[in-house]
């Protein structure tokens, strides 16, 4: 519950029409790539202000961005890297497990109490499947009695990626879990299809093969995830 929800819960008969949402309380501002990232800012007593990159972690993150409605972080950004906001530094040494639905429920130093410049303005790359465009079913090209040789093209791409690689999902009825293989990419050879090979197959079994793309930005190490294309 949200620091504004536990002061009107006493005097509210509805207090959820009381309570701003989640999505008015924090915002992602001078995203450089797209609107799932920038520099992530909050809203306190009316005034907009930033967060301190002490201690702050994916976890930290991963609150913000799902309470922007996103389904998870990708990644957090430290040190001003989306810009050097203004006004306040509303939140310090913020400590969120990464289970709490508001980043007022996870433990910081109070509200305004720092020892932070706004260049350590704190930011986040939050997951969306609106990026990055579904790829086609892979084909078929080649087989053996253990391995399957697949090909498949390369969606439309977000611009200023640094990398790409594309994630092989693969089983059977049978599977408990899927086995995985994953391709790198190029960005500098333009190719437009990419292959590979499944090895180590059971004969005459059926297998159910999906392919996804996967991006990364600069600052980093995290790669955003598209969605599975349909089956082979």
Same mark, same amino acid.
């Given at each position: 519950? @949200?620091?504004?929800?536990?002061?009107?819960?006493?005097?509210?008969?509805?207090?959820?029409?009381?309570?701003?949402?989640?999505?008015?309380?924090?915002?992602?501002?001078?995203?450089?790539?797209?609107?799932?990232?920038?520099?992530?800012?909050?809203? %306190?007593?009316?005034?907009?202000?930033?967060?301190?990159? #002490?201690?702050? &972690?994916? @976890?930290?993150?991963?609150?913000?961005?799902?309470?922007?409605?996103?389904?998870?972080?990708?990644?957090?950004?430290?040190?001003?890297?989306?810009?050097?906001?203004?006004? +306040?530094?509303?939140?310090?040494?913020?400590?969120?497990?990464?289970?709490?639905?508001?980043?007022?429920?996870?433990?910081?130093?109070?509200?305004?109490?720092?020892?932070?410049?706004?260049?350590?303005?704190?930011?986040?790359?939050?997951? =969306?499947? #609106?990026?990055?465009? =579904?790829?086609? +079913?892979?084909?078929?090209?080649?087989? $053996?009695?253990?391995?399957?040789?697949? *090909?498949?093209?390369?969606p439309p791409l977000p611009?200023?990626?640094?990398?790409?690689?594309?994630?092989? *999902?693969?089983?059977?009825?049978? !599977?408990?879990? +899927?086995?995985?293989?994953?391709?790198?990419?190029?960005?500098?050879?333009?190719?437009?299809? %990419?292959? $590979?090979?499944?090895?180590?197959?059971?004969?005459? =079994?059926? %297998?159910?093969? *999906?392919?996804r793309a996967e991006v990364?930005?600069?600052?980093?190490? &995290?790669?955003?995830?598209?969605? %599975? &294309?349909? !089956?082979?």
């Open positions: 519950m @949200s620091w504004k929800c536990r002061l009107l819960a006493a005097v509210c008969l509805a207090v959820n029409l009381c309570c701003l949402h989640a999505q008015e309380d924090v915002r992602l501002v001078n995203g450089t790539f797209g609107p799932h990232m920038g520099r992530v800012e909050v809203l %306190y007593n009316g005034t907009w202000g930033t967060i301190c990159d #002490d201690f702050w &972690s994916f @976890s930290d993150a991963r609150v913000a961005c799902r309470m922007m409605g996103f389904s998870d972080a990708v990644c957090s950004i430290p040190r001003a890297r989306f810009g050097e906001g203004a006004g +306040p530094i509303w939140m310090d040494n913020l400590r969120c497990s990464g289970r709490e639905t508001s980043l007022e429920d996870c433990p910081f130093n109070g509200w305004g109490i720092n020892s932070c410049n706004h260049n350590e303005d704190a930011g986040a790359i939050c997951a =969306t499947d #609106d990026i990055l465009e =579904t790829p086609e +079913p892979p084909m078929l090209v080649g087989s $053996t009695t253990s391995s399957l040789s697949l *090909q498949w093209k390369v611009d200023n990626i640094t990398a790409l690689r594309f994630r092989v *999902q693969y089983e059977t009825d049978e !599977s408990i879990f +899927p086995r995985i293989a994953i391709v790198t990419a190029s960005l500098n050879d333009n190719r437009t299809t %990419y292959n $590979t090979t499944i090895r180590r197959l059971v004969r005459d =079994t059926e %297998y159910t093969v *999906q392919v990364r930005y600069p600052f980093c190490f &995290s790669y955003l995830p598209g969605n %599975y &294309s349909e !089956s082979l």
